[in-house]
């Protein structure tokens, strides 16, 4: 596709609710009327949507999250349609820094903004709980789901996984990356299409794993919402739309006129429209130039983002917005945005992962790859997301000192049941012509 939209946050820590769900308007303005939410009723509905759980610690990893997603965000934005879903990723690298120390595990947690194993998994696993949590399925769906994929024959700490499987409920499956890592990768590809109604294929490309790999930390987001206030289809209709700020093209755009969370920021328009239920919402970012958007994304982070959902006030919005679908072709790698963040020593041989596993030696990430689907109508969103932590070793690449060998006169042979000793054939060979 084509045209160019912003979506700035599929807001799934719901950084603000939804603003007077039952008052609808007109495209003529009602007068004299007065919203009765708050800024304050908007915190309290969002703290009370992780009851069962510690706010606190749900909002440490949401906090550490942004910062770090929003990051990503100025590393990986390239011109044309693209989305990355910054949980997804965090969760998988998150649960891969559970298992580094020393150094390794140092730059880890300053990109990621994580400095607690003990407290951040904690928080993690009570986001998790929350977003996983069946009460919301009337309202809304949505899932976000954890699993490793290691090697059938290595061996990992039992302290690690006991983490994993207890806090992010990430047991490990055992699969054959030695002899079978095609087969392996189909598996793998096969759990993230099941757990992302298939909206996510092949995660792992060809090539991405073999004879060396040994773990694979996988995180999986599905996410089905309807609007509070759904677009009507009939006003739905072609619009010019200015692709790059310049080329006109026609698109299905839609409208709706209602109350909703509206901040004007100076050299953009911010929108809120929330999902049914009020937990979850997508802000919209416009810049008031059209060809605005560079400028306005280059130096945004995490503190930006906050301070303008800050402004949000119920407004009456005129609001026309394209229908899109947004979809991958191939995923992205996205070692090279990592690095650049800080995470060196977790891509090479002297990374220290020996919080999972002792024995493997090496253990380093090979490559992290990520792939999301965004598609948006007049009746809600559906969007998926998947990432694959991929760690190997490295095959010896010196031979070990040994005797020669050189079968140039008659021998003898035998074959046999190694098992049993017994013996299935035994000769000679005297002339080999």
């Given at each position: 596709m084509t045209r160019r939209m912003f979506c700035l946050a599929l807001s799934l820590t719901a950084c603000a609710g939804a603003v007077d769900p039952h008052r609808v308007g007109t495209p003529d303005r009602p007068s004299g009327h007065t919203s009765?939410?708050?800024?304050?009723a908007i915190d309290d509905r969002h703290d009370?949507?992780?009851?069962?759980?510690?706010v606190a610690a749900a909002k440490d990893y949401a906090s550490a999250n942004n910062a770090f997603g929003f990051e990503l965000w100025q590393r990986t934005r390239a011109a044309g349609n693209l989305a990355i879903a910054p949980a997804s990723v965090s969760l998988a690298l998150g649960m891969t820094w559970a298992g580094a120390r020393g150094q390794t595990a140092a730059q880890m947690s300053k990109a990621l903004r994580m400095h607690?194993?003990?407290?951040?998994?904690?928080?993690m696993g009570q986001q998790l709980a929350r977003w996983n949590d069946p009460a919301h399925r009337d309202q809304f769906e949505l899932t976000v789901v954890d699993r490793l994929f290691g090697e059938q024959s290595a061996r990992f700490e039992p302290d690690f996984l006991a983490l994993m499987k207890d806090r992010m409920g990430a047991p490990l499956e055992p699969v054959d990356f030695i002899g079978g890592w095609e087969a392996a990768r189909a598996r793998i590809n096969g759990w993230v299409e099941d757990s992302t109604k298939d909206r996510i294929r092949d995660l792992l490309p060809a090539g991405s794993l073999d004879t060396d790999t040994r773990l694979v930390l996988t995180n999986a987001v599905y996410f089905k919402g309807d609007w509070?206030?759904?677009?009507?289809?009939?006003?739905?209709?072609?619009?010019?739309f200015f692709v790059g700020g310049t080329k006109k093209i026609s698109t299905k755009t839609m409208h709706q006129s209602a109350y909703l969370g509206y901040a004007d920021l100076g050299d953009a328009q911010l929108v809120e429209l929330p999902y049914r239920g009020g937990q979850l919402a997508l802000d919209i970012v416009l810049?008031?130039?059209k060809d605005g958007l560079d400028a306005l994304e280059r130096d945004l982070d995490d503190a930006d983002f906050a301070a303008a959902v800050a402004k949000l006030e119920p407004q009456f919005v005129d609001l026309a917005l394209p229908k899109f679908k947004l979809e991958m072709s191939s995923s992205l790698q996205l070692k090279a945005a990592l690095k650049a963040m800080g995470i060196v020593d977790a891509f090479s041989g002297s990374a220290d992962f020996s919080g999972i596993s002792t024995t493997i030696k090496p253990l380093f990430i090979d490559d992290v790859y990520h792939k999301t689907f965004v598609a948006l109508d007049e009746k809600g969103t559906e969007a998926a997301a998947a990432t694959a932590v991929v760690m190997r070793t490295e095959s010896a690449a010196v031979a070990p000192d040994g005797v020669d060998v050189t079968a140039d006169h008659p021998f003898l042979f035998v074959l046999r049941d190694t098992t049993s000793g017994a013996v299935l054939f035994i000769g000679h060979v005297a002339d080999p012509r």
């Open positions: 009765a939410v708050t800024h304050d009370s949507a992780v009851a069962g759980g510690d607690d194993v003990d407290g951040m998994t904690t928080s509070q206030q759904p677009f009507d289809r009939d006003h739905t209709h072609a619009a010019d810049p008031k130039a």
